[in-house]
């Protein structure tokens, strides 16, 4: 069979030389299922053809990133809030009607956060045609709306409340205000795309009055108790409906006795006249080919209607109302692991403008500006300490209690909350752009992400309708009872399978996100539940990341300063953690620094670069083989430091050694995977063989050393090709390819770092190991969860068709048990809330 193909055509920034041309093309090429690759020095393009079965543009895009490069992608991204889409099938419709029109790229819609975001080429479509095809489906867009509540001075009474209202319901952008005399309060519902807070402020104070100042805003916080309370009142009132159907209704009469008193056509057009809201939208949807969730239950009620049980048709109704209420809820309970990230965003930022400090939204902030915080106040955006001194608690990005303390030169992120200090930060990212903006889209984007089983559940949803219809059919044929009939496919429930995955991997990325676990999408827990290989990186992964030159040995009649000068001068542009140990001994021993030129690195190898008219390269053994046979290498290689060669004119002039310290909970965390049954944990390093040896050898786990970056990459693969499922845990930067390579790449302490949150597939927010483990068990607790949602619907529908067909399940109750499989999911799935 031949492969399906797609091409893209990328403008690729950066990409400067013909060296640039081949790290580009390689980047692409190392991805399984690119089919060929052309790159363009002179347009700064990439063309490149490939399977879309086997790959994701985004991961094209993602090496090219992780390669150093910027993609300028020739789309435009809209984002739209959609009302009314309330379950699975509501979300396929407005994809599909999204999907068929002329210039979109792609389309992705979350059912969780009521979004559609769109990639479209603005030269062929626009924002009202998607908006008008949306409504042509049903549904409606929404404006973006937020709640602000203000305490305003000198409102006294009923007339300056008046006052106050009047003033701000004339405001382009106010949907409603909400005046409170007695607590001097205003509630202004608004849209804060047409309207900002200081606006509103500017408003009230234009009137006569003053804002006092502004108490923080409540934050929510999801738990299990959220969850059980409604939970056990939603089954209570079902068990309730139940009993008094069977006990009031059934023997006591009243539902015979109001059949015979209430004439058929009365209690028809009660029961036509209670349900319309639901039955409108049935009929709505059967115009347009759609078969919904209650479609099913309103033939059964009309089956009911015929053959004159109008009681038994209006408690149908009835329960028909209650499962609408229960998705919802089930749905909304989902989604409050968004809502509840997305309501500690910081809103607001007190900025210095001139000599005064100016409190302005956080879309009014530009990046360089100086963001003041005082003591209990969020930090509004990303940036850099330049003065003060504060203790902040980052447990909103890294999922770890503990404060830091933080002063000039700290890096702190939006949404963390400094307190004992305050502090003057300058801005270097600003809202989504920032950490915590990141962070909400990714958990948001995760939704698109669906795990395999949630696609086998979706396709059975849609052969599920055709056989309950057939077993209806059947029912009639054989027992010409119609009550039966209507039994059966009013007990039918489709949405319970639709909601049996996504509800529990929600419920899991999103307390994931809470704890310092970033998961990107259904798909990849499924993949980590089943994993049995680990592949981990060395430097900044399993080691600190932060080595010490520890040795210097000078060769050749030159002195060690020599040695150490040169060997900075050429490390002076380097990023690599080697690079920033020799440059941080230099300066401690006031070495001066010329500056390099024609600097050139050289991946997994050294660098190379022209100082005071010499070639100086530093590098590994690879770069510089010379070295490899001293006798103080193979002392120092048993110690397991890692070597340094400093050549001059390609002549071997010095050698340092290095050493990184293991991360303290690395050896509990290895003992902690391994009690988790992973076939082969294994280390990947670009050292020699003896550091590598020594370090393995010590955490009991094997080991491959001397490697490039394709190298690890080729590993990946050659386990993959084995019928392993892989996770790769590395720095995110370094590794990024064979992070997206790996079945499940994990990024280690990726807070702040826009290419670990890009190129892995989970990013753990801080530098801790325990989390590796952590997240293995989520994901397993997270299938398990799946399986058995799974395993109860199944068994249930086939228990109710089963009984509804033979006649033992009558209407009224298959009505009353359709509601039940959505409870016990949404019960079964809040577990994950709690993650040990």
Not at 48 to 61: A, K, S
Not at 86 to 110: L, P, T, Y
Not at 514 to 532: C, F, P, T, V
Request: charged residues 20%.
């Amino acid at each position: 069979m031949k492969p399906q193909q797609t091409t893209i055509e990328m403008t690729v920034q950066g990409m400067d030389c013909s060296d640039c041309v081949r790290h580009v093309q390689q980047a692409i090429e190392n991805l399984e299922g690119v089919q060929s690759v052309d790159v363009l020095l002179s347009s700064q393009k990439a063309i490149v053809q490939f399977d879309p079965e086997r790959i994701e543009r985004r991961t094209v895009y993602k090496a090219v990133e992780g390669a150093g490069y910027k993609i300028v992608k020739p789309t435009t991204t809209l984002e739209l809030t959609v009302h009314g889409m309330d379950c699975s099938d509501c979300a396929r419709h407005v994809r599909q009607a999204i999907e068929k029109m002329n210039g979109v790229e792609s389309v992705e819609v979350f059912l969780a956060s009521q979004k559609a975001v769109v990639e479209l080429d603005p030269t062929q479509v626009n924002r009202q045609q998607i908006v008008q095809a949306v409504q042509a489906a049903g549904y409606s867009i929404a404006e973006p709306t937020t709640t602000l509540e203000v305490s305003v001075n000198g409102m006294d009474c009923s007339d300056c409340a008046r006052h106050v209202q009047q003033t701000l319901e004339k405001l382009d952008g106010v949907e409603s205000v909400e005046p409170f005399v007695t607590s001097k309060k205003v509630v202004v519902k608004l849209n804060p795309v047409k309207l900002s807070r200081q606006e509103i402020y500017q408003a009230i104070e234009g009137a006569g009055y003053s804002v006092a100042d502004q108490p923080k805003e409540p934050r929510n916080q999801a738990s299990i108790e959220d969850i059980t309370r409604p939970v056990l009142t939603l089954f209570g009132i079902v068990i309730g409906a139940v009993l008094f159907i069977v006990l009031v209704g059934e023997r006591l009469g009243l539902f015979e006795s109001l059949t015979t008193h209430i004439p058929w056509f009365v209690g028809t057009i009660l029961v036509l006249a209670g349900g319309y809201p639901l039955l409108i939208n049935v009929v709505r949807a059967a115009l347009k080919n759609k078969i919904t969730s209650h479609t099913l239950m309103t033939a059964g009620l009309i089956a009911a209607l015929v053959v004159g049980q109008w009681a038994t048709a209006a408690v149908v109704v009835f329960f028909m109302y209650l499962g609408e209420y229960v998705e919802r809820f089930t749905t909304e309970r989902a989604r409050r692991a968004l809502t509840d990230l997305e309501s500690i965003a910081p809103r607001m930022a007190r900025v210095e403008r001139g000599e005064q400090e100016v409190e302005v939204p956080i879309s009014q902030v530009a990046v360089g500006e100086i963001v003041v915080v005082r003591p209990g106040e969020q930090i509004p955006v990303d940036g850099e300490v330049i003065s003060g001194q504060a203790t902040v608690n980052q447990a909103t990005i890294t999922g770890e209690s503990m404060p830091i303390e933080a002063r000039s030169g700290t890096n702190v992120f939006a949404a963390t909350l400094a307190s004992l200090g305050s502090l003057r930060i300058r801005a270097t990212a600003i809202g989504a752009d920032t950490t915590f903006g990141r962070v909400i889209k990714l958990v948001e984007e995760a939704e698109a992400r669906r795990a395999d089983v949630q696609r086998i559940a979706d396709k059975f949803s849609a052969y599920y309708l055709p056989v309950v219809l057939g077993v209806a059919a059947l029912t009639f044929t054989v027992r010409r009872d119609p009550l039966a009939t209507a039994a059966v496919m009013i007990v039918a429930c489709s949405c319970s399978f639709a909601l049996a995955t996504p509800i529990a991997m929600l419920a899991s990325v999103g307390a994931g996100a809470k704890r310092g676990l970033l998961i990107k999408g259904g798909k990849y827990l499924e993949s980590l539940a089943r994993a049995d290989v680990l592949l981990i990186d060395k430097t900044g992964t399993l080691t600190l990341g932060r080595p010490q030159i520890t040795d210097i040995v000078p060769l050749s009649g030159v002195s060690e300063t020599d040695v150490l000068a040169w060997a900075a001068c050429a490390e002076r542009y380097s990023e690599h953690p080697l690079a920033q140990a020799v440059l941080t001994i230099a300066e401690e021993r006031n070495i001066s620094l010329h500056k390099p030129e024609q600097f050139e690195a050289f991946p997994g190898m050294g660098v190379q670069a022209l100082v005071d008219g010499h070639v100086i390269a530093v590098g590994n053994h690879r770069m510089i083989p010379g070295g490899a046979s001293l006798t103080v290498v193979k002392r120092f290689e048993e110690q397991g430091k890692t070597m340094l060669f400093v050549a001059r004119d390609s002549e071997l002039v010095g050698v340092l050694a290095a050493t990184d310290a293991v991360r303290i909970e690395v050896p509990t965390a290895i003992a902690q995977v391994r009690k988790l049954q992973l076939k082969q944990i294994e280390l990947l390093t670009g050292d020699n063989e003896r550091t590598a040896a020594a370090l393995a050898g010590n955490l009991g786990i094997h080991y491959r050393a001397n490697l490039l970056p394709e190298d690890k990459i080729a590993i990946v693969r050659e386990y993959q090709a084995k019928g392993h499922t892989v996770v790769m845990v590395g720095d995110g930067v370094n590794d990024a390819p064979a992070l997206a390579q790996a079945d499940i790449g994990i990024a280690m302490g990726a807070a702040g770092t826009s290419v670990a949150l890009e190129a892995a597939h989970i990013a753990l927010m801080r530098d801790d190991w325990q989390l590796v483990p952590e997240v293995l068990q989520i994901a397993r607790r997270t299938m398990n969860v799946v399986k058995l949602n799974i395993a109860f619907t199944a068994v249930f529908n086939l228990a109710g068709l089963s009984l509804a067909a033979f006649g033992f399940l009558p209407p009224i109750f298959a009505a009353a048990a359709q509601s039940i499989p959505d409870i016990g999911i949404l019960a079964n799935s809040a577990r994950l809330l709690r993650q040990k």
